[in-house]
C-alpha cells in the first residue's frame, strides 16, 4: 500500500478517470492523496463468494482484481491549514461485509435490524423499485462507510430460494431508509469519480437532498456532472454564492490610500473664522430687529 499524492502512473489516471488532475488545478485545493492497493487474490475473491454463498457481479469482481480497494482523499486550505474534504473509498474485499446478518454471539432475543421490517413500507411504491430487506430475503455489504453519513451498499434482492446473481447499488441513509442509485457498480463508480467525493453527495439522489453545509461545497467544487437544479435556491431557503477564487486568495491586501483635504495656512484659518463670527453676529442683530416691533 502506497501513498501517491502526486504523479500518477499511466494506469492509475485512467483508474481515477483523470479526476486527480482536475482536483489539483482547483482553487484551494492543498493536498490530493491516492492510496495505491495491491490487485486482490483471485483465491481471495473466491473465498468470499464460498463464505457469503453468492457471485460477486463480474464488473466488481475484475475491479477487485486490478486493485484491492480504492482510496482517494482531498483537502482544502483554510488559514495555512489543510481541512479534508472529498473522499472516495471503496472498501476492499475482506471488508465487504454484510450488513443485517444476525451474529453467533448476539442474545437470542437481542434486537437487531430485521426487526425493522415492515411490509407496509411496500404498498403504494408500484413506480419505485423494490427495496432491499434487512431479513433473510436479501443480502446486503457495505461497500462504502460514507464517513459515517451513511452506506453505500451492493445488495442481493432475491436471496430465496436461491441467490439471484442480480445486484444493485442502494444508499441507506442514517434514518435506515432506502435510496436507489445505480444497477450496476460500475455505474457507480463514475457517480463517486465525477462527484469528487464531496461531503453527503449519496444525499443528492435522496428525496430530500442535501443538506445546507454540504450544498456550500457543492457551489464551490461542483461536480463534473452536476444536476443544476440540485443548486437552485428555493423560496425558503438562502446559500451563499462563494466563489473559490476570491475564499482562498492571499489576505496580504494593497493598502488603500485616502485623500486628505489640503491644510490651509494658520492666518486664512484666523480670518476665516473672524469672517464667520462677523456674520454671524450680524445675522442675529438683524434677527432681533425684526422681532422688536418697538426698535
Known amino acids: 500500500m502506497e501513498e501517491r499524492p502526486h504523479g500518477l502512473s499511466p494506469h492509475l489516471e485512467r483508474l481515477t478517470l483523470g479526476v486527480a488532475r482536475v482536483l489539483e488545478t482547483s482553487?484551494?485545493?492543498?493536498?490530493?492523496?491516492?492510496?495505491?492497493?495491491?490487485?486482490?487474490?483471485?483465491?481471495?475473491?473466491?473465498?468470499?463468494?464460498?463464505?457469503?454463498?453468492?457471485?460477486?457481479?463480474?464488473?466488481?469482481?475484475?475491479?477487485?482484481?486490478?486493485?484491492?480497494?480504492?482510496?482517494?482523499?482531498?483537502?482544502?486550505?483554510?488559514?495555512?491549514?489543510?481541512?479534508?474534504?472529498?473522499?472516495?473509498?471503496?472498501?476492499?474485499?475482506?471488508?465487504?461485509?454484510?450488513?443485517?446478518?444476525s451474529s453467533m454471539y448476539a442474545l437470542p432475543n437481542a434486537p437487531c435490524l430485521a426487526d425493522l421490517e415492515d411490509d407496509s413500507d411496500e404498498e403504494g411504491d408500484e413506480d419505485k423499485p423494490e427495496k432491499p430487506h434487512f431479513d433473510s430475503r436479501s443480502l446486503i455489504f457495505e461497500l462504502d462507510p460514507c464517513n459515517g453519513n451513511g452506506k453505500v451498499c451492493l445488495v442481493y434482492k432475491h436471496a430465496k430460494p436461491v441467490v439471484s446473481p442480480d445486484t444493485e447499488i442502494w444508499f441507506l441513509d442514517r434514518a435506515l431508509y432506502w435510496h436507489f442509485l445505480t444497477k450496476t457498480f460500475t455505474a457507480y463508480y463514475r457517480l463517486l469519480i465525477t462527484h469528487l467525493g464531496l461531503p453527503q453527495w449519496q444525499y443528492a439522489f435522496t428525496s430530500y437532498g442535501v443538506s445546507p453545509q454540504a450544498k456550500q461545497w457543492f457551489n464551490m467544487y461542483k461536480p463534473i456532472t452536476i444536476n443544476t437544479a440540485l443548486l437552485s435556491e428555493?423560496?425558503?431557503?438562502?446559500?451563499?454564492?462563494?466563489?473559490?477564487?476570491?475564499?482562498?486568495?492571499?489576505?496580504?491586501?494593497?493598502?488603500?490610500?485616502?485623500k486628505k483635504p489640503p491644510s490651509q495656512p494658520a492666518g486664512a484659518q484666523k480670518s476665516h473664522s473672524s469672517m464667520t463670527s462677523s456674520k454671524t453676529s450680524s445675522l442675529v442683530g438683524n434677527s432681533s430687529k425684526k422681532r422688536d416691533p418697538q426698535i
Not at 54 to 71: A, H, I
Not at 237 to 249: A, G, H, Q
Open 27 to 101: 482553487p484551494g485545493v492543498a493536498e490530493v492523496t491516492f492510496v495505491e492497493k495491491e490487485p486482490a487474490e483471485r483465491h481471495a475473491i473466491i473465498s468470499w463468494e464460498q463464505k457469503n454463498s453468492c457471485v460477486l457481479p463480474e464488473d466488481l469482481k475484475n475491479f477487485y482484481l486490478m486493485t484491492d480497494g480504492f482510496q482517494m482523499t482531498w483537502s482544502v486550505k483554510t488559514d495555512d491549514t489543510p481541512m479534508p474534504l472529498g473522499s472516495m473509498v471503496i472498501n476492499s474485499i475482506s471488508k465487504l461485509c454484510r450488513l443485517g446478518g
Open 234 to 258: 428555493e423560496a425558503d431557503s438562502f446559500v451563499n454564492k462563494l466563489d473559490p477564487n476570491k475564499v482562498f486568495k492571499s489576505k496580504n491586501k494593497t493598502p488603500v490610500m485616502k
